[in-house]
């Protein structure tokens, strides 16, 4: 038996829709600039070449986010934002998947928030420096509950919304994606080898923004799932 020096930290999961089964994370790869109209919100070109990953530590998940569930404001930061995003969860992978072959990879879908801390994000792109500060923070990836593809199939064209306060500041529709799954499958497929249990977070429609202390949540994935959470 292996003998560690300290205790293993426990993996890091995802609950199944209606099941008592539970999707363990490995990997978080997010994209950036996947929808068009977020692109020029936040000043950026709007790019159909090659997409622009970043990835979060699997610690910063959040998992099961729904009523009740508390997301602490992050410190050094005095511009949190909100941007909510489809999940693609994996049940398979490998190097230099084709396209065709990229659907197959997929065990689920959810929503979730790619929270940042803007300003850090701003200081680090005027620098040309790496945004992990800004984006990979902890507890900065809350993620619902996940529904499998053998249930409710892949949403090529579902709503993605979110509310802050009952208020809705983001609405989207994954068909507007500027790289579809597969496409982002592929692409991040020739620069890592992909495993069951990554989870890919789709990009963002335009509409992101602050979020204060006391803020209450709400998203969703049209037919797929739901999320909410707290601002502590």
């Known amino acids: ?66 009523a009740g569930v508390v997301v602490p404001y992050p410190p050094a930061t005095n511009e949190l934002h909100h941007e909510v995003e489809m999940i693609v969860a994996l049940a398979g992978g490998g190097r230099d998947i084709a396209r065709g072959a990229a659907l197959e990879c997929v065990y689920g879908y959810g929503v979730g928030l790619d929270l940042t801390r803007r300003d850090l994000q701003a200081a680090a792109k005027a620098k040309g420096q790496p945004w992990d500060a800004a984006k990979g923070f902890d507890a900065s990836a809350p993620a619902s509950v996940l529904m499998p593809v ?68 709400s998203a969703s994935l049209e037919g797929i799932a739901s999320l909410a959470v707290d601002i502590a």
């Open 1 to 66: 038996m292996t003998r560690y020096v300290v205790a293993p930290p426990a993996p890091a999961s995802l609950a199944i829709a209606d099941s008592a089964a539970r999707l363990p994370v490995h990997r978080i790869y997010c994209i950036g600039r996947n929808y068009a109209e977020h692109a020029r919100e936040m000043g950026a070109p709007v790019e159909r070449g090659t997409p622009m990953f970043f990835m979060k530590p699997a610690g910063a998940l959040v998992a099961d986010a729904g």
């Open 150 to 217: 053998a249930r409710g199939g892949h949403p090529h064209a579902a709503a993605l919304t979110l509310s802050v306060n009952g208020e809705l500041r983001q609405h989207g529709n994954t068909a507007d994606m500027l790289f579809d799954v597969a496409a982002i499958i592929h692409e991040l497929s020739r620069l890592w080898t992909l495993a069951a249990g990554d989870l890919i977070y789709t990009g963002t429609p335009a509409g992101v923004g602050p979020l204060a202390r006391g803020d209450r949540l």
